[in-house]
């Protein structure tokens, strides 16, 4: 039994530390108060007179938050998974009009935007360059808009969608610190409900080009444990009972990447507890 024994701590020392390093960063950011941005709102009316167009610029209010992963484990970073980006847009008042006639006047259409919330739904993954650069083209997001018309046509409005974006944006460090900012996203389109179409009017097509340029969210990056599986901050039974149940088999258990979850990944967590 203590020859077992002896066995075991010299294999548990022969580990190398150095091995264990962890290959990925974790970071969460949040908007500071007080920040608005710029938000161009232009339609298109589709009618029996023919196809008009206007569009207006109002600030609205900006609050967001994020979360994202990182490699390699510390500055300078080439790659960035956002996994988690909420951006909340507060109301603002629209005016547009239509078919001008001279004597004649215009045909008016309000829209009162109550809000709007966009929230990836699912991680995306792009290289950052020397800059801390970065494009995700594509991107799946939930957007909800509720706003309501008036004039031309009248409805109360609760949109919600899922629908590809292209946004970019970028990450920059300063010392535990990281920084998300410099976002641009392309344009998102809504459709008015024909149902609330008025005679004549055979479409109403709202584009929202949203300007993030000087808009910001930031907050801490850490390294990640490799060993910390159920990422709850510390290296525990949870951690060494998920190792146990894939013992034999490859994947995030398998710590030092030999194909196979064994005693030499037990080694590791156990050098990490804590």
């Known amino acids: 039994m203590m020859r077992r024994t002896s066995v075991g701590l010299a294999f548990l020392a022969g580990v190398s530390i150095s091995s264990m390093v962890s290959a990925d960063a974790a970071w969460s950011g949040t908007a500071p108060a007080g920040q608005s941005t710029s938000i161009n709102v232009a339609l298109t009316i589709s009618s029996s007179f023919g196809t008009g167009n206007d569009n207006e610029t109002h600030s609205h209010s900006f609050a967001g938050a994020a979360t994202a992963r990182l490699v390699p484990s510390g500055p300078p970073f080439n790659t960035i998974t956002m996994e988690a980006l909420h951006i909340d847009l507060g109301p603002a008042n629209y005016a547009f009009q239509f078919f001008c006639i001279p004597l004649f006047g215009c045909q008016n259409l309000g829209v009162a935007l109550a809000g709007m919330t966009l929230d990836l739904a699912a991680p995306v993954t792009s290289a950052l360059n020397a800059s801390g650069g970065a494009s995700f083209s594509a991107a799946g997001f939930n957007v909800v808009m509720d706003y309501t018309t008036s004039g031309i046509s009248t409805g ?16 920059t460090t300063t010392g535990n610190s990281g920084k998300f900012d410099q976002m641009t996203m392309s344009t998102i389109t809504f459709y008015v409900d024909p149902i609330n179409l008025p005679a004549g009017i055979n479409a109403i097509t709202i584009f929202v080009n949203p300007t993030f340029t000087n808009n910001s969210m930031i907050g801490p990056w850490a390294p990640i444990n490799p060993a910390d599986f159920d990422s709850n901050g510390v290296v525990d039974g949870g951690d060494m009972s998920m190792m146990l149940g894939a013992w034999g088999a490859s994947g995030m258990t398998d710590l030092n990447g030999d194909g196979s979850t064994d005693g030499g990944d037990l080694a590791m967590l156990l050098s990490l507890w804590g």
């Open 156 to 171: 109360t409005y609760h949109f919600i969608t899922a629908m590809p974006i292209n946004f970019a944006g970028r990450f």
